[in-house]
């Protein structure tokens, strides 16, 4: 900004005696600038005052001239102050201008605000108005609003049934009278079809109602006379008419349908699926949709595709065991597809079915009727061909993963995830599931299946076991010779109706393989009548059992998986049954009779007891114990549902096992009455010497040969028994076996006149039976001190009259004459000594 007077900048001017100054230029702007600074301002000023020639001149020479430095601050102090006046007009200018402006401003608020107070008690009435709460009543405001919504929208309803009566009335005057529907299929080619469909499903009911033949009742007078005389006006067949343009509206929407699917557009299919609900309540569109999607038409093409060819899984299968394997690679492949496919499916179905519950359902139905069935049947054919046990496998594997699909389906929840499925949706996953096996349960089909094969196992495992049996008829010198004994035609018949079923014609190669394997033949031997056995083959084997219950477990477990609840303590008692003739009747009684017969023919034998039939014991009590604990601790519990059928399992379980234990009591017992002869036999060995020996022999003197030999043979028999038998069994037996040979003992002793030098003999033979029985792990079973009495009877040998005395008083009673009995077989029992001890008591 520029003083007025002079719109350029000002310059001053002065004179002095030596020289001429211009002053400085400046104005409002160069005080306005960022870059002002004062000290530079009066620095200028300072150089524009000072002369050229002072500044170039020496310092020395030329003395300072105030002057011009006076001159030009006060021209610019003048300067200064124009401009300072300039600066206030303006400033004084703006202010006006400012406080103008915020007078309207103010008077602009206030008028606004004054405006939205009306405008807010205008609403506030009009609102009140609205909610009936002014002073018009209950009639007023709201309510009265209220209901002229109400009444325009009834008259809307109205006016548009007034124009589809009107519409409708038209359509049937053009059909009626032409026998032509142009204004429909106007509307249809506009794309309103669900409207179309719904007058053309209006105009087939009034053209059925019209109808003298379907209706004879429009024949009357009256109404119905209206009825007949309208009837007569029409000159076309209306009926076919309305029925043909519906035959082609429906196609054309099923078409539009499969084009909108394509795209995908689910507006547009909802659509369709709207309009085509009311021919035949939707059943076309539903066909249409399942069969043409994808999933169907690509599982038709693969349906002939084989199973799996994977030889190793197929050959696990068979083979009873091996772990059974997983469900086959084809059927897990498709149900795995399924799973996704309904997952993913069900999410369009909702958007494109206004009744997709129906859609889903149906969409199920197909799958598991066709799809999963075809494939479950060419699975099981293929395991069927194989064996007994590949098509039981495979019926497991594939009802258990099917299960799971359902299981599955229902937690995802399908057309309502993430919620569960509904109620109807479920039913039909059971039913589908139930119908896909239902026909492998029909009765006893399935039990019986696993009945033969669990036969046909036991069987093969147990062939040779039943032909050593039945061809050694007589071995009477060793213990496999007496295995023959037992149930020769019952082992003969399991083997010839084996043997037949072997070469029966309706079992498949891969099974026969299997049997004959599992029986330890080779397939040539298959057409020998003559199967070679060895002594191994006679003997029981508790690997055997074991694989024997493994089966068995694996059956009932696959039958409490697969078959129905109900029929549980049915099959349960099936098999238990075939359990107990198997491995009770067929395996463990043979050989039980067998041990028997052995140790019987061991009780007068001339020779020491072969008692080579206890280690055999050994197996068969732990096989016994096996028995009964799968018996009454898993099969009986499953039957409880049932107390019929527990009973009878409980009787029968109970009837075998008695039995079993009898034998088993009855060969220990004959084992005990063979060992305890052979000691007598030895004892009767006993040289009359022995206890009167020579004088000189006494300083060599030791334990008898009888004593040696009876020592040795129990020491062998108790050796036999604590490797055939434990607990209880095993402390049994040995009590009584050191009962019976303190009883041969004593009565032995009976026998001989004893000398004195002889009794020391006696003592040394009493002292090595009480050491010998000392050993034995009797437990509880035998009394503690049950061998002193031999001890103490062998002192009475030796001991002097009055030694005798105290003893025979201190036993007293019973127990005194029993001494004196032995006392009596002294030498010296005719002393004065001794009889007078003996004439005492």
Not at 488 to 512: G, N
Request: glycine letters at 6%.
């Amino acid at each position: 900004m520029q003083a007025p007077g002079n719109d350029s900048a000002s310059i001053l001017t002065h004179h002095t005696s030596r020289t001429s100054i211009r002053g400085p230029q400046f104005t409002l702007d160069k005080f306005s600038s960022k870059d002002f600074i004062v000290k530079d301002f009066i620095e200028d000023l300072s150089d524009a005052a000072v002369p050229a020639s002072r500044k170039s001149g020496p310092s020395g020479q030329q003395t300072f001239d105030p002057k011009p430095l006076i001159r030009t601050f006060e021209h610019a102090l003048t300067r200064l102050n124009n401009l300072s006046e300039d600066l206030e007009e303006k400033e004084n200018e703006l202010s006006g201008a400012v406080r103008r402006a915020e007078a309207q401003h103010n008077q602009n608020v206030e008028s606004l605000g004054r405006r939205l107070e009306q405008a807010i008690d205008r609403f506030q009435k009009l609102d009140s108005s609205l909610n009936g709460n002014d002073d018009g009543g209950p009639d007023a405001g709201g309510n009265i609003a209220m209901r002229i919504g109400e009444r325009l929208e009834e008259l809307d309803r109205q006016r548009k049934r007034a124009l589809d009566a009107k519409f409708l009335i038209e359509c049937w005057q053009e059909v009626s009278e032409r026998g032509e529907l142009n204004i429909l299929e106007d509307q249809r080619r506009s794309g309103d079809i669900v409207r179309c469909a719904e007058f053309a499903r209006q105009l087939l009911r009034i053209s059925i109602r019209l109808d003298p033949e379907i209706n004879p009742r429009i024949n009357g007078e009256g109404q119905n006379g209206a009825k007949r005389r309208l009837a007569q006006q029409s000159k076309h067949n209306t009926k076919e008419v309305i029925e043909k343009f519906l035959e082609r509206l429906e196609q054309d929407l099923l078409s539009k349908f499969d084009e909108c699917y394509r795209r995908p557009n689910y507006n547009g299919m909802r659509d369709c699926a709207i309009a085509l609900r009311g021919f035949n309540d939707g059943s076309s569109v539903i066909t249409t949709y399942v069969n043409q999607h994808s999933f169907f038409i690509d599982r038709t093409q693969l349906i002939t595709d084989e199973v799996s060819s994977d030889l190793q899984t197929w050959e696990h299968l068979q083979d009873p065991d091996a772990q059974p394997p997983v469900v086959e690679p084809t059927l897990q492949s498709l149900i795995d597809e399924v799973k996704i496919v309904l997952q993913e499916e069900s999410a369009i179905i909702r958007r494109a079915f206004p009744y997709y519950e129906e859609v889903l359902i149906r969409f199920m139905e197909r799958i598991f009727q066709q799809s999963i069935q075809q494939r479950l049947e060419m699975v099981l054919d293929k395991a069927s061909d194989l064996s007994s046990l590949a098509f039981l496998r495979s019926l497991q594997a594939s009802k258990i993963y099917v299960t799971q699909l359902v299981e599955d389906l229902k937690t995802h929840g399908l057309t309502e995830h993430p919620e569960p499925v509904t109620s109807q949706v479920a039913a039909t996953l059971d039913q589908q599931l139930e119908e896909l096996f239902a026909s492998y349960f029909i009765g006893e089909r399935y039990i019986e299946r696993e009945k033969k094969n669990l036969e046909e196992q036991y069987s093969s495992l147990l062939l040779k076991f039943t032909i050593y049996h039945s061809r050694r008829s007589k071995m009477p010198t060793s213990y496999f010779g007496s295995l023959a004994q037992r149930g020769k035609e019952l082992a003969a018949s399991a083997r010839d109706k084996y043997m037949d079923r072997l070469e029966s014609t309706d079992l498949p190669a891969s099974q026969k393989a299997t049997l004959l394997r599992l029986a330890g033949l080779k397939e040539d031997q298959q057409e020998k009548k003559d199967i070679e056995v060895t002594d191994e083959d006679g003997r029981i084997s508790l690997s055997a059992a074991k694989r024997m219950l493994k089966w068995l477990a694996e059956g009932v477990g696959r039958g409490l998986e697969v078959s129905p609840g109900n029929e549980t303590p049915k099959d349960v008692q099936v098999l238990l049954s075939l359990l107990l003739r198997q491995m009770g009747e067929i395996y463990l009684e043979t050989a039980l009779e067998a041990a028997q017969d052995h140790a019987a023919a061991q009780e007068n034998s001339k020779t020491p007891p072969d008692l080579t039939h206890l280690p055999s014991l050994h197996d068969i009590t732990t096989i016994l114990h096996l028995l009964q604990q799968t018996s009454t601790t898993i099969l009986l519990p499953l039957c409880t549902p049932n107390l019929t059928i527990r009973r009878d399992i409980e009787k029968s379980t109970n009837t075998t096992m008695a039995t079993l234990e009898s034998k088993l009591s009855n060969i220990i017992n004959l084992t005990l009455t063979a060992s305890l002869n052979w000691v007598n036999k030895c004892l009767a060995q006993q040289k009359k010497t022995d206890f009167r020996p020579r004088e000189e022999d006494h300083m060599v003197m030791s334990e008898t040969q009888a004593c040696r030999e009876v020592s040795t043979f129990l020491t062998r028999v108790a050796t036999q028994a604590t490797a055939a038998l434990s607990g209880r069994n095993l402390s049994l037996f040995l009590a009584e076996l050191a009962r019976g040979l303190r009883s041969l003992v004593l009565a032995h002793l009976l026998k001989f006149t004893i000398s004195q030098v002889g009794g020391l003999s006696v003592s040394k033979d009493m002292n090595r039976y009480v050491e010998l029985v000392r050993g034995w792990p009797t437990g509880e079973e035998l009394e503690t001190g049950a061998m002193d009495v031999l001890t103490d009877v062998s002192t009475l040998f030796i001991i002097g009259p009055e030694a005798l005395r105290d003893r025979l008083r201190a036993a007293g009673g019973m127990d005194a004459q029993e001494l004196k009995g032995y006392i009596g077989r002294r030498d010296d029992v005719n002393t004065i000594g001794v009889q007078s001890v003996l004439s005492g008591f």
